[in-house]
């Protein structure tokens, strides 16, 4: 079952701009991750945050969580030709040992 | 340090024939193993995941199974594909519920 589901499906911007995405999901957790994806590759993690964290950043990369509205936000700032990818939200529910489950993904295409 | 490989790259079955994907792990111990499969711009969907040898949680009832016969090798299996099958497989594993997870570079399947 797919626990998250990221918003928008899809994004378009030029290069310079913020790109945000946002991730719901429908149970407690323990933390929640996000990847990216090439196309047709693996995935690769970028940020982890964890239930009792409110804000984590990394390079050009700020999440967010609010685990009051079960949500998370991914900033890209000034992207880049070369974020063009699919990004998706994984959380690991509480309570569910070490399940690992994604959301859709939003697929963002940066423009020269 | 820690690698995973996956195998085969592509792989074209008829319908009806058997399935054995491999996905093995290095550098670390008692990992916990996961395989998705992903539709053409879709997100991941949960397969399988292993919390150690031999123990094997299913988490969506389809046509394949799986297997984890040594502590860092997991094998997804069928006894007889169906065109349903197709997509990208993917392994991952991750080494506890607040670390990231590593994915392999994928499996994909096509079933004609």
Redesign the interface.
């Known amino acids: 079952s797919q626990q998250g589901e990221e918003d928008p499906q899809a994004l378009s911007i030029q290069e310079g701009e913020n790109a945000t995405m946002n991730c719901s999901y429908k149970t407690s957790i323990n933390n929640l991750q996000w990847y990216r994806q090439n196309s047709g590759r693996g995935l690769v993690h970028l940020i982890l945050i964890r239930s009792n964290e409110r804000e984590k950043h990394s390079g050009r990369l700020r999440v967010t969580l609010d685990t009051s509205k079960k949500s998370s936000s991914l900033l890209i700032t000034a992207s880049r030709a070369a974020d063009t990818a699919s990004y998706f939200c994984a959380t690991v529910p509480y309570n569910a040992g070490n399940m690992l489950t994604f959301g859709g993904g939003t697929r963002l295409m940066v423009k020269p | 340090s820690q690698t995973i490989h ?1 195998w085969p790259a592509t792989l074209v079955q008829p319908v009806g024939s058997p399935l054995s994907l491999e996905c093995t792990v290095e550098g670390t111990s008692n990992p ?1 193993l ?1 395989w ?1 499969r992903q539709a053409a ?6 397969l399988f ?1 292993s ?1 150690g040898i031999g123990q094997i ?1 299913s ?1 969506v009832p389809q046509n394949l199974s799986a297997s984890r016969p040594q502590d860092r090798q997991f094998i997804l299996s069928s006894k007889k594909l169906l065109l349903s099958d197709s997509g ?1 497989y ?1 392994c ?1 594993w ?1 080494g ?11 499996t ?1 399947l096509t079933v004609v």
């Open positions: 996956q916990n996961y998705y711009g879709r997100g991941l969907q949960l995941y919390v949680s988490e990208f993917l991952a991750m506890s519920m607040n670390t990231e997870a590593f994915f392999g570079q994928g994909r």
